[in-house]
């Protein structure tokens, strides 16, 4: 079953700004996708389109076969959950436990479940130790995981994650990815993750990169870094490891393509030897 | 301006049950003229220490002593160029005309309807005398053109209509625009594309070649700090572990690792080289490593 569907979708700022038109793509339940671009390629608007927090100008939106209209957007963001850049706008409570359970209490969850929910969004996040420890000391990746954990506790299907490692250190940043995945394969939440960091798009199981409001690369991460001229050519770099395989290989050592520290070490090894 | 710090200690919330030491005995000294690299851990005191540099965050106040009796072999000292920060009365003013400070996401701080006068902001507060109008679009138009951006096309339009980038960039020309000598940014490229990342350093760049000579980045990305960096001083709980330059930084990666911090590709590269018996003597820039890589070929085609 497709988790999104969009198809023809059209949207605009207005003057200036890049405009969607004809626009289709595709989750498919329980996807892991990466959607890259450079600032003000159109891939926040696409998250902010899959549920309802701006409306398409024309074209459909479907979350689970239900067609996105005003009359099924609260339900439609009950299935879809987003998770913004910045820990610190992401948080109403002063304590955890309460912050989490926030949106399942605005939704009008029957007291005994919000408990319950509470406990499995804290395991999903490896919070548990936390449960009454106040937000405003927590750390950065803390207050992400913590802001994840209040959409899990809404049991979305999908969960679109919109930079959210953006403004985080190495530490918060590998914290956050550490539980998307596990989100993913064991819950099998359906992911989308909207990004600039190379390294994270590589654990997707399908990569599109955006430019202009178009999608104009897809396939898996392996394949779109394959194409690296033309990540060039949207802003965007390869990997640190990739551009220093292309190097090598420019300067006539013949190692093959990889993106693993070991493995380009062997492959040196090999040309050396 | 030369900056010594010795026996800095700092606590937040101090006499409260919340007390926490952020810096604990601190000597560091950033000569004038380097490309500083501040390291380590959300909570390991890099922030206390640099918002000391400007006077954001003051040393307590020292024990009264005898005018006759001997300063304390671990009496806390700073000195940033000729400014005393130890003393109670030091002009901040003109020290903050001369420490620019850019925090974290500084385009959060703009403000202002037009870009000239987000600029022209912080020269107002800071210079000495009233600028005349003519004065203050000449220095507001050098600011804009050393962070790479056209007066002409950008001085009348809102901030908040600019790219990411380009509003990082008005904001950092809002700190320059003093033209300080040293320059201090709190993560300068998070949060960006490798092209908006790469712009901001080739600009930082540019800034240490004309109008600050001295520039210090508080940086997570280790990548980063090996390309750029003279010296990089890694705090871990409030001290300073290592301060060192890049190519003798990173030999020590299983420290780093047990602080919790990364280590640049180059460097891993190399660790994984050397297990398979190559070993590169590298300085862990990108160029360098691959000079020397492909060096190992030697005659072979």
Not at chain 1, 92 to 118: C, H, K, L, M, Q
Not at chain 1, 226 to 235: F, G, S
Not at chain 2, 114 to 122: L, Q, Y
Request: proline letters at 4%; aromatic letters at 6%.
């Amino acid at each position: 079953m497709h988790a999104i569907e969009m198809k023809d979708v059209a949207f605009s700022y207005g003057e200036g700004a890049f405009r969607l038109n004809k626009f289709n793509f595709t989750v498919e339940e329980g996807e892991f996708v990466a959607v890259l671009g450079h600032n003000g390629s159109g891939k926040s608007t696409l998250a902010r389109l899959m549920n309802g927090i701006l409306a398409a100008d024309g074209g459909e939106i479907r979350v689970f076969d239900t067609l996105l209209t005003d009359d099924t957007l609260y339900d439609v963001r009950r299935q879809v959950g987003v998770v913004f850049q910045n820990p610190d706008n992401q948080t109403v409570a002063s304590i955890v436990e309460d912050d989490i359970a926030f949106g399942a209490e605005n939704v009008g969850t029957p007291r005994e479940e919000i408990g319950r929910r509470i406990d499995f969004a804290l395991g999903a996040v490896g919070m548990r130790d936390l449960r009454t420890a106040m937000v405003a000391r927590l750390s950065g990746g803390q207050k992400q995981r913590v802001a994840i954990a209040g959409v899990l506790a809404l049991k979305p299907r999908v969960m679109v994650l919109d930079e959210s490692t953006a403004m985080l250190d190495p530490r918060g940043r590998r914290e956050i990815m550490d539980v998307v995945l596990r989100l993913n394969r064991e819950e099998k939440i359906t992911v989308v993750l909207i990004t600039h960091f190379m390294e994270e798009a590589l654990l997707a199981d399908r990569a599109v990169v955006m430019n202009r409001g178009e999608i104009v690369m897809e396939g898996t991460p392996a394949d779109i870094f394959e194409r690296h001229e033309e990540l060039v050519t949207y802003n965007l770099a390869l990997p640190r490891i990739g551009a220093i395989c292309k190097r090598l290989q420019a300067g006539g050592m013949p190692v093959a393509d990889t993106l693993d520290a070991e493995k380009l070490a062997e492959e040196i090894v090999r040309c050396v030897s | 301006m030369r900056i010594v710090a010795e026996h800095l200690s700092y606590t937040y919330q101090p006499k409260s049950p919340f007390a926490t030491r952020a810096l604990d005995d601190v000597s560091l000294t950033i000569e004038e003229g380097e490309f500083f690299g501040i390291l380590g851990h959300t909570g390991s005191g890099k922030s206390t220490f640099v918002q000391h540099l400007n006077g954001l965050l003051r040393l307590p106040p020292s024990r009264k002593r005898g005018k006759k009796s001997p300063p304390a072999p671990n009496e806390p000292k700073l000195l940033v160029g000729e400014f005393d920060l130890t003393q109670k009365k030091t002009d901040l003013r003109a020290l903050r005309r001369r420490v620019g400070m850019v925090f974290q996401y500084p385009e959060y701080q703009l403000f202002a309807e037009t870009v000239k006068e987000d600029v022209a902001f912080g020269l107002k507060n800071f210079s000495d005398k009233k600028l005349t109008a003519e004065e203050t679009e000449k220095a507001v138009r050098e600011a804009l053109s050393v962070v790479g951006m056209e007066y002409d096309e950008v001085a009348e339009k809102s901030p908040f209509d600019l790219s990411g980038g380009q509003k990082r960039r008005v904001a950092i020309a809002g700190v320059v625009v003093t033209r300080p000598e040293v320059l201090v940014l709190d993560e300068p490229a998070a949060g960006l594309d490798p092209l908006g990342k790469r712009e901001v350093m080739e600009l930082l760049h540019r800034l240490h070649s004309t109008w600050c000579k001295t520039v210090i980045i508080v940086s997570h990305d280790m990548d980063e700090i090996a390309e750029n960096c003279t010296r990089a001083a890694v705090f871990a709980e409030g001290k300073v572990r290592f301060c060192l330059p890049p190519a003798e930084l990173f030999r020590h990666a299983e420290e780093l690792t047990e602080l919790g911090l990364d280590i640049p590709l180059t460097a891993k590269l190399c660790r994984a080289l050397e297990r398979r018996g190559v070993v590169l003597d590298c300085d862990f820039t990108t160029e360098d490593f691959i000079r020397k890589t492909l060096a190992l070929m030697g005659g072979k085609p």
